[in-house]
């Protein structure tokens, strides 16, 4: 097996790393760090989870000496992810003496400022790093390292300008590091602006079956939240993740749970940033244990102790539903992975099937007690009927499947043809 010696890591933080009970590379940090020691532009292709920021982290820090100049820029696309990577870079290197700063949006300018004027390496989200370039507060001119973390949320959230101006402030003759969870031409185009001739490490991003267990419980619309409630309740102990589309139905759902008596909170871009801290921090130190958030809040959450991960709302691309389920499963613990499914999300689950079809199983929700959280709550609505082409299964639906709008089977997830 190798070693983070074989790797040419310093004894001094092999010690740091242990102290935190990291005793052996990661299949992504046996290939990426080699390469960075030896200046290469590098592009790496790593699934959430695979201990990517100990990759880029080590070997900055055993290259960088304390300066009080900034040698080393992280650019990352959330608050969240950015005082993740911060805080991992501060552990390891304090005894090394570094100076690390994290800027971002919804905290004060002025002592993100202070932090900059001795630090050597800044990590950072591209909005709060331009504002303060343009403000003449960072000075990237002796930047040595360039990294981009999670480039492809970077071009999702729509940064890919902002990334293009920072990168443009620092010098030409730099290291670039490049990490993606996933690959497309959009992530390729942005490689040729800022990578130079990289070196390429492109890990699958597979799901330990043997680890991750992944089902989906299929119930009527009305019936989400009270079966949500009714498998917390028998899902065992640990720290518990439920992803919503909305902002709105994370506050809705967090607050439903905590009405039945579950220890729950929420997590969304709505939140001021003192309050999401202080959340993620709560429920990293288990003060509760099932957190409902949407796909952005989460983003920087790091936690290994989560055992489950609950999808009320299934994310219409299935990249996102991997990203998602990534979160269980880590460092040789199990995990389960769940959906709970419904009529308006069997689209995007034919989609999800495509991919993940042999690994996820069907689950009979069985009997569980209705809780109806709707004040005025409508009168049901005539079901109809529609009869899946491709297996002959059935369909129920609140309107006439007369060809206007999509209909889906509920046993394949086929779009149904008009009947």
Same mark, same amino acid.
């Given at each position: *097996? ?48 695979? =201990? ?5 982290? #080590? ?9 009080? %100049? ?52 800044? #990590? ?7 504002? *303060?370039?343009?403000?003449? +507060?960072?000075?990237?001119?002796? %930047? ?12 999702? +959230? =729509? ?16 290291? =670039? ?5 996933? *690959? ?17 490490? *492109? ?34 102990? =640990?720290?518990?993740? %439920? ?22 909170? &929420? ?81 995007? +689950? ?37 009869? &899946? ?17 999509? %209909?889906?089977?509920?046993? &394949? ?7």
């Amino acid at each position: *097996m190798t070693s983070f010696n074989d790797l040419g890591v310093s004894n001094s933080l092999i010690r740091e790393l242990q102290k935190d009970d990291i005793n052996s590379p990661t299949r992504v940090q046996v290939k990426s760090i080699p390469l960075i020691f030896n200046d290469s532009d590098l592009l790496v292709q790593s699934e959430t989870g695979s =201990g990517k920021t100990i990759s880029f982290a #080590v070997p900055l820090i055993d290259a960088i000496k304390p300066s009080g %100049v900034v040698k080393a820029l992280v650019i990352t696309p959330t608050r969240e992810l950015a005082r993740q990577v911060a805080g991992e870079f501060k552990k390891f290197s304090d005894a090394k003496g570094l100076g690390v700063a994290i800027v971002y949006g919804g905290a004060s300018i002025r002592r993100q400022h202070s932090e900059i004027r001795e630090a050597d390496i800044v #990590v950072g989200t591209p909005g709060r790093l331009l504002d *303060m370039i343009g403000r003449g +507060m960072l000075d990237l001119r002796a %930047v040595e390292y360039l990294v981009l973390d999670e480039a492809d949320r970077m071009l999702d +959230m =729509g940064f890919v300008d902002d990334v293009s101006k920072i990168i443009n402030y620092t010098p030409s003759e730099r290291q =670039g590091l490049m990490f993606s969870a996933t *690959m497309s031409g959009r992530v390729l185009k942005l490689m040729d602006k800022f990578l130079d001739d990289p070196k390429k490490i *492109m890990l699958d991003n597979k799901l330990d079956s043997k680890l991750l267990n992944q089902v989906y419980y299929n119930v009527d619309s009305n019936d989400k939240l009270s079966f949500l409630v009714h498998y917390l309740k028998n899902s065992g102990d =640990g720290l518990k993740l %439920v992803f919503c589309n909305t902002k709105h139905w994370t506050r809705k759902v967090a607050g439903f749970l905590k009405k039945q008596g579950l220890r729950a909170d &929420c997590l969304n871009g709505d939140m001021s940033q003192h309050l999401r801290e202080k959340v993620l921090k709560r429920f990293t130190n288990s003060k509760f244990e099932i957190l409902v958030a949407t796909d952005v809040a989460a983003r920087g959450l790091d936690v290994d102790d989560i055992t489950h991960v609950i999808n009320y709302d299934l994310p219409s691309d299935p990249k996102r539903y991997t990203h998602r389920i990534g979160r269980t499963a880590r460092n040789g613990r199990e995990g389960t992975a769940v959906i709970i499914l419904s009529e308006p999300d069997y689209s995007s +689950m034919d989609r999800v099937m495509q991919e993940h079809r042999d690994v996820i199983e069907r689950r009979d929700p069985g009997d569980f007690k209705h809780l109806d959280f709707r004040k005025n709550r409508r009168k049901s609505k005539k079901l109809f009927k529609a009869v &899946c082409d491709k297996c002959g299964g059935r369909a129920r639906l609140p309107f006439k499947p007369d060809g206007s709008r999509p %209909v889906f089977c509920s046993d &394949c997830f086929s779009k149904i043809k008009k009947r």
